[in-house]
């Protein structure tokens, strides 16, 4: 035979010069659920190995990460009951707790990225990521836009690098954008949820912050699972509206529009390792059924391989201490 691949494959000095994708701590956020009080850490039951964070906890947690390269976190509030209301107003206090989170990291890690998340669902005692009409039941989109521009210059003002428009509202990369550049953060970066899938893979992240909808579903705001061209147009409006990376939301089901994405556009892609893949993952390491590392290690690569200049996962802290040694 003229022609063996496999002399490429021989030891790992060939294979490494070869090796078409790299991983990196610098391309991974962690995303942090915060609660209040003091010396709090709560664990997640639905997610083995994560908690809850009051912001000292945070903070600490934050720390960790950045000594170990992992230069970004998103934030994920947790707020009381008493504080959801059906207009979601504690989403833009610039004293709650989404705020104190976000300057609490930023005084202790100035040099670290932070991410805001953008909806309204942690807020809303209705559970959804907009307002409700309290006749019909239907999500207000752009009525919803209002209240998502105060929540983006809250968080800007609080310090926050990143924001992360999660809602899935038609216009709301361009409103927020106009928003921000009013209010001049216009080096506030917004990464934006393109193509948010109407997922079963979010259980856990919605266990974490007691953000499930309390009547109806998500499925008129965010994607069908069985649309890829949608995932396209989506694309190209946030981008024309100006959004600075585009995000694929879950991750490992949606590989294929990771792809077509970065196929597609200049702009960084960004892929979200979510918490039912993070969770599946740990059960079936729990039960001896997968080697824990080498899965999440190839997970992780997977995202690379298929485009994600990004990774928003809860591995970012075990990763890191693999890809270090």
């Not at 960790?64 to 230069?71: A, Q």
């Not at 934006?192 to 008129?220: H, W």
Request: charged share 25%; hydrophobic share 40%; aromatic share 8%.
């Amino acid at each position: 035979m003229m022609i063996r691949p496999r002399r490429n494959r021989q030891n790992e000095v060939i294979r490494s010069m070869v090796r078409e994708n790299f991983l990196s701590p610098a391309q991974l956020i962690a995303p942090l659920f915060v609660i209040e009080g003091k010396d709090q850490k709560i664990p997640i039951k639905s997610m083995p190995g994560y908690d809850r964070l009051s912001i000292d906890k945070l903070v600490t947690e934050a720390k960790e990460l950045y000594s170990l390269g992992v230069k970004s976190v998103a934030l994920f509030p947790a707020i009381n009951d008493n504080l959801k209301t059906a207009n979601a107003r504690e989403s833009y206090n610039s004293e709650g707790l989404n705020a104190r989170a976000i300057r609490a990291v930023k005084e202790a890690l100035p040099d670290m990225m932070v991410m805001g998340d953008i909806a309204l669902d942690p807020y809303s005692s209705d559970g959804h990521d907009g307002l409700v009409d309290p006749k019909t039941g239907e999500i207000l989109n752009d009525a919803t836009l209002e209240v998502l521009a105060l929540q983006a210059i809250c968080e800007a003002k609080a310090g926050v690098d990143i924001v992360g428009p999660s809602d899935m509202m038609d216009g709301r990369v361009g409103f927020i954008r106009d928003a921000l550049d009013r209010e001049g953060f216009h080096n506030t970066m917004i990464m934006s949820y393109t193509a948010k899938y109407a997922s079963g893979y979010y259980g856990p992240f919605r266990d974490a912050l007691d953000s499930a909808p309390k009547k109806g579903d998500k499925k008129t705001y965010q994607m069908d699972p069985a649309n890829g061209e949608e995932a396209l147009r989506e694309a190209a409006l946030d981008e024309a509206e100006g959004a600075d990376i585009l995000m694929v939301k879950p991750g490992l089901p949606y590989l294929d529009i990771i792809y077509r994405l970065k196929q597609s556009f200049t702009l960084p892609i960004a892929a979200y390792n979510v918490s039912g893949e993070y969770a599946m993952v740990k059960a079936a390491a729990q039960n001896g059924w997968i080697d824990h590392d080498k899965v999440m290690m190839e997970n992780l690569m997977c995202f690379r391989r298929a485009g994600a200049d990004v990774i928003l996962t809860y591995h970012a802290k075990e990763a890191a201490r693999l890809l270090n040694n």
